[in-house]
Structure formats: structure tokens, C-alpha cells
């Protein structure tokens, strides 16, 4: 089993935040696959703050195989 962290910056307001999400897989992720995987995230972390009312600016997001 590959385990993945994805960590994604945001900012909200004047405050930096990072959001960390775990990937496991059997194989190793492909470029395609990674950027897919960085897309969802970045779009269900940006959908759950605007449910909130709440506007966010995404600095980084990024994949590590650990």
C-alpha cells in the first residue's frame, strides 16, 4: 500500500491555512491521477466553505509520496 499526503494552502481572510488529506493506493499514482485527485480536493474544500458562507483563495496544493 502507497500512502500519498495532499496538503492544501489556503487563505481565508488574513489567515493561512493548511488541509491535509490522506491517499491510500495499491499503485503509484500517475501524473494524470494526482492532478485529478489535487482538482477534487481543491473543489470539495472550496465547495464546504462556500456552504459556509465563506470565501477562500487556494495558495498551494500539493501531492507527496510518503
Do not use: C
Amino acid at each position: 500500500m502507497i500512502e500519498y499526503l495532499q496538503e492544501l494552502k489556503i487563505r481565508e481572510g488574513n489567515q493561512v491555512r493548511i488541509i491535509n488529506n490522506h491517499l491510500f493506493k495499491e499503485k503509484i499514482m500517475t501524473d494524470e491521477e494526482m492532478e485529478k485527485k489535487k482538482t477534487e480536493f481543491s473543489k470539495k474544500i472550496k465547495d464546504i466553505y462556500l456552504s459556509e458562507k465563506i470565501n477562500i483563495e487556494i495558495i498551494e496544493n500539493s501531492i507527496t509520496k510518503i
